[in-house]
């Protein structure tokens, strides 16, 4: 009988464990899937800025943060992907797509390849820089906090090409750094390289390069370069942030923003604080589909030129903060404004409208 009790009172105690250890399973399980779900919501979370924006071809989009990682919409939700996702760092400088549908975000420490639900990184430098850029191929370009050169992927290895340095004859008045700000390409293959000290391009033989002599700066003004546009008409835009924005037209280049009566007469042109009516800081350039050129000001919202008048847009008398970090023209020729306070918007042709 003894026996009997003990087998029982055994049995007893091996049940109760048993109920408590798949209680706690149960109740671990439960905390990751609310972590997981606390990572998606229906709205865009953002505050820090929005510095890129992208459409993939499912249509599905990726806004880049200033500080807070990258956010994934597909129509319904918005998922988030931070460092500790696997994320290289947590600002977004550009988002791209390869032929194969993978998703290339350069940040400020690095690059990420998303694919299938897993990030691959690639340092932005590493100890093999290459001098002589014809060596490489690839369309993928990337800028990631390195400040000599540039990243291109080849397919299989994120090659670092090293910038031939311009002998800058007013170095005191540039900023002697060359991390990139900026990539566009031309109507005929060429990629422009915008830096804060000069501006370069690639034709797939050689490199050129444009610095403060080149781009027909006085001799009181700093070269910052901020943004490069090359557009549908073979045009290169190039925004300087304190003199505005530069044009550069066949063998022609002027001072757009000056020639406009877009600087004020009081400007310093050292990137101070301007005044309302001004176009003195661009950080954004897009073209939109009816050939118009917008520039994205850090002061004073955004400008559209048509070809032959600049009209200025607030865009929202609601914004903290009037700075445009990002201009994007989606697959359906929408046109998307990045904002400095985390909101993105749309133009609907007449006006601005909050969009995510």
């Known amino acids: 009988m003894n026996k009997k009790l003990k087998m029982i009172y055994i049995l007893l105690i091996l049940t109760l464990n048993f109920s408590c250890v798949e209680k706690k399973s149960t109740e671990k399980e439960a905390k990751n899937a609310e972590l997981v779900a606390t990572s998606k919501t229906n709205t865009l979370k953002f505050t820090s800025a929005i510095r890129a924006i992208f459409q993939d071809s499912k249509g599905n ?47 400020a420490k690095g690059i990420s390849a998303y694919d299938r639900g897993k990030f691959t990184n690639y340092p932005s430098k590493n100890n093999n820089p290459i001098y002589d850029w014809n060596e490489t191929n690839g369309d993928l370009w990337f800028y990631a906090w390195e400040e000599d050169g540039i990243n291109r992927f080849d397919e299989i290895n994120m090659n ?7 002998k800058n004859k007013n170095a005191d008045n540039a900023d002697n750094t060359y991390g990139v700000t900026g990539i566009s ?27 403060k002599e080149k781009l027909n700066l006085k001799d009181n003004e700093r070269l910052h370069i901020r943004s490069v ?92 903060n009037p700075m445009v970090w990002t201009i994007y023209k989606d697959n359906k020729n929408n046109l998307l404004f990045g904002m400095a306070d985390g909101n993105i918007f749309k133009f609907n042709g007449k006006a601005f409208e909050k969009q995510f």
């Open 229 to 320: 546009l090359a557009d549908s008409k073979g045009r290169i835009w190039i925004g300087n942030n304190g003199i505005g924005v530069l044009l550069m037209e066949g063998n022609s280049i002027i001072n757009f923003s000056e020639k406009n009566n877009l600087i004020h007469p009081t400007s310093t042109r050292r990137g101070d604080k301007s005044k309302p009516g001004t176009l003195e800081h661009p950080f954004a350039i897009e073209e939109d589909s009816e050939g118009n050129i917008w520039f994205g000001d850090v002061y004073t919202g955004a400008w559209k030129y048509d070809g032959k008048t600049l009209t200025n847009y607030s865009i929202s008398d609601k914004l903290s």
């Open 185 to 211: 390409k031309d109507k005929d293959g060429k990629v422009w390289i915008a830096t804060y000290a000069a501006l370069f391009n690639y034709d797939g033989k050689m490199v050129n390069i444009f610095d």
């Open 160 to 166: 670092y090409l090293i910038f031939p340095k311009p």
């Open 61 to 107: 989009y990726w806004f880049g943060s200033h500080n807070e990682g990258v956010s994934f919409y597909n129509g319904k939700s918005y998922e988030y992907f931070t460092t500790n996702e696997g994320l290289s760092d947590n600002q977004i400088r550009s988002i791209q797509e390869d032929k194969n549908g993978k998703i290339w975000l350069g940040t």
